[in-house]
């Protein structure tokens, strides 16, 4: 939205926004760097808000408090305005609303009546608004609408999680025990829990990278004789976002979210404590003279954590918070991972950035199938295989990880996107600076996770090679223990 707080501002210290803008693509010197450009737009849009902004703010704009070197345009700081979004200049997305309408104009067009009675009619609407009409509100994962359906996608999820992983894990079982002998899941009931979810993810990223596959084998992006990536920039924000790129982006999303619940209940362990032990033990130490507080409840988490202090992560008088046993040894690098991919798939899908976000996907996705095979080769010690899968994984690695998506994607975002986006599009330099940033950031940090893993990779190469053992460090930091089948 145009920041109405900033048009009450004196004219002789910052033109409008359109003005500003105008002077942006002229000369891009001036615009400040991005922390100030994103401090000025939260202020800006801080101001904005509805009846809270006019409380907090002064009258003649937040700039008015600070000294005139700071605010006056174009070579103060925090001088520049910008809208934080595109929906002054992009095509709005179409309501179910708008879909009726548009319905009922053309029946009456064509002679015709459109019956939007009766419950047969309403699901026929539905399901042609959500499966044959182009840029809908499903297609913006933050509409409400978008946000209902991953909602319940991530519910249907986690239900036929509920329902299928047991019977994946109890596949484990059988297949360990007529491996290694009826008494191998005795040692190994970690394995078979971690061997249910990980055929779940095979399950997944094998269908997703073939709907992929066949969904996006002639899209212009992915067809350098088409252009390419620049396609991937060319007619933003207003190319459209078919059902099927609305629905691969639902459905990618839903299990990323439900990705990073079960990492966290893979992870964590809640523990009940008994507050009436905690009150009896602060009593005690105050019979015993420990009379400063700070002390006394140090005292008190030495008595109650059982296990020892390292495996809590958080204590309170009524519960605790500890390290599952199934907690992944890359767990920091996988918590990392997720917030970024979440962060990535809902700002892109935000600022239409869809295309881009697909090839991501993509490239994950079908480096995740040999990763999730290998996992489950290793959980059963199924060596051959283990060996074979995992070579296959590092060259999938190698080609999509790192080639395809820091020198193609990334690359880009870096090279190309200024010059489709700014220079070509719509968009003002200011935004660009500003919002950029936070992909640079995302993008980077996902690169440096894969180096990261690909360093793994290379420790349980280099195990496998010199003791003719497989670990797998992803799962156990120090490597796992040999056991004998």
């Not at 596949?171 to 290694?180: D, P």
């Not at 007619?235 to 966290?264: C, R, T």
Request: aromatic share 14%; charged share 20%.
């Amino acid at each position: 939205a145009t920041l109405s707080c900033f048009a009450t501002m004196s004219a002789s210290i910052s033109p409008p926004v359109e003005e500003q803008r105008r002077l942006r693509l002229k000369d891009r010197t001036i615009i400040p760097s991005a922390p100030y450009l994103l401090l000025s737009n939260l202020l800006d849009v801080g101001c904005d808000i509805p009846y809270l902004g006019p409380t907090i703010c002064p009258k003649n704009g937040w700039r008015s408090l600070l000294s005139k070197e700071w605010v006056e345009f174009p070579h103060g700081k925090l001088s520049h305005s910008f809208d934080s979004s595109f929906h002054r200049y992009a095509d709005r997305d179409v309501s179910y609303t708008d879909y009726i309408r548009w319905e009922k104009v053309n029946a009456r067009n064509s002679g015709t009546i459109h019956d939007g009675d009766g419950l047969s009619a309403t699901l026929h609407d539905y399901y042609n608004y959500a499966f044959n009409t182009n840029s809908t509100e499903l297609g913006m994962l933050t509409n409400p609408m978008a946000l209902c359906v991953l909602t319940a996608l991530v519910l249907i999820i986690r239900l036929l999680k509920k329902v299928f992983l047991p019977k994946f894990s109890a596949l484990g079982r059988r297949l360990g025990q007529s491996t290694h002998g009826p008494n191998w899941e005795n040692e190994n009931e970690e394995r078979i829990v971690k061997f249910g979810e990980y055929v779940y993810r095979l399950c997944y990223h094998s269908a997703v990278s073939i709907y992929g596959l066949w969904y996006f084998h002639d899209k212009s992006w992915w067809n350098k004789s088409q252009g390419g990536t620049s396609n991937l920039w060319d007619m933003h924000p207003n190319h459209p976002v078919e059902p099927g790129m609305a629905w691969y982006y639902l459905v990618q999303s839903s299990y990323n979210v439900d990705a990073l619940i079960s990492l966290m209940e893979l992870s964590f362990k809640v523990e009940l404590v008994n507050p009436l032990a905690y009150s009896s033990a602060l009593n005690f130490l105050e019979k015993e003279h420990v009379v400063d507080e700070s002390q006394r409840k140090q005292e008190v988490l030495k008595m109650m954590v059982i296990g020892g202090c390292d495996q809590t992560l958080l204590w309170t008088p009524l519960f605790q918070i500890k390290w599952s046993p199934t907690v992944r040894g890359d767990f920091r690098e996988m918590m990392a991972h997720h917030i970024v991919t979440n962060c990535l798939i809902f700002l892109s899908s935000y600022y239409r950035f869809t295309r881009i976000g697909s090839m991501i996907f993509m490239v994950h996705d079908l480096s995740d199938v040999p990763i999730d095979m290998s996992k489950l080769a290793n959980f059963v010690k199924w060596k051959t295989t283990t060996i074979v899968c995992f070579v296959t994984m590092v060259l999938m690695w190698i080609v999509t990880r790192l080639v395809i998506f820091p020198f193609v994607i990334c690359g880009s975002v870096l090279t190309e996107s200024y010059q489709f986006l700014v220079v070509k599009g719509k968009m003002d330099p200011a935004l660009h600076e500003a919002y950029f940033a936070f992909f640079y950031f995302l993008l980077g940090s996902l690169v440096l996770l894969h180096i990261t893993w690909f360093i793994i990779l290379l420790r349980i190469g280099w195990t496998l090679v010199s003791k003719g053992e497989t670990h797998d460090y992803s799962e156990h930091k120090n490597g796992e223990k040999q056991k004998s089948s």
